[in-house]
């Protein structure tokens, strides 16, 4: 069974969303894969956090960042898909713009904003993770998060 990381900010976690964890973790189940969501694990040390949650984006086939909240640590989760290939589906209220543009720049990112969670309901039941892949596109001439043969970039 695949594994879909499920990042998001942990510096203040008195204050995550626990509502929008669980729609992402219904809708990774939905699609008959393994979520794992750090940002619901007892606090422990910095280093068992990092050695535990690089043992898991290893594991992983994708990504889902929460970029509600600026985070350095969903920033390096980012950045490790970037450099081995994931796809990554980061999901951003509209009204929390602006948003990093670092990020958002990515070409393997694929940014849904919404502007509420129905919203965002909505969008992730038309996404399978199975139709997610990095490939080359011939018009923007990079690798690129594509959905269902399309590029998310151009």
């Not at 979520?35 to 594991?59: A, W």
């Amino acid at each position: 069974m695949s594994t879909v990381y499920i990042a998001c900010s942990m510096i203040r976690s008195v204050g995550i969303d626990f509502s929008l964890l669980e729609i992402l973790e219904e809708w990774i189940i939905d699609q008959h894969l393994e979520p794992f969501t750090p940002g619901k694990m007892d606090d422990t040390s910095p280093d068992v956090i990092f050695k535990r949650d690089m043992k898991m984006l290893e594991k992983s086939d994708f990504i889902v960042a929460d970029v509600n909240e600026p985070s350095h640590g969903v920033g390096m989760e980012i950045m490790y898909a970037f450099e081995h290939g994931m796809p990554v589906i980061c999901v951003l209220k509209k009204e929390n713009r602006p948003f990093s543009r670092m990020v958002d720049g990515s070409p393997h990112v694929y940014l849904i904003e919404y502007d509420n969670k129905q919203d965002l309901k909505m969008q992730l039941e038309r996404i399978i993770f199975e139709d997610l892949s990095i490939e080359f596109c011939e018009v923007c001439q990079n690798k690129t998060v594509h959905f269902e043969k399309i590029c998310k970039r151009c």
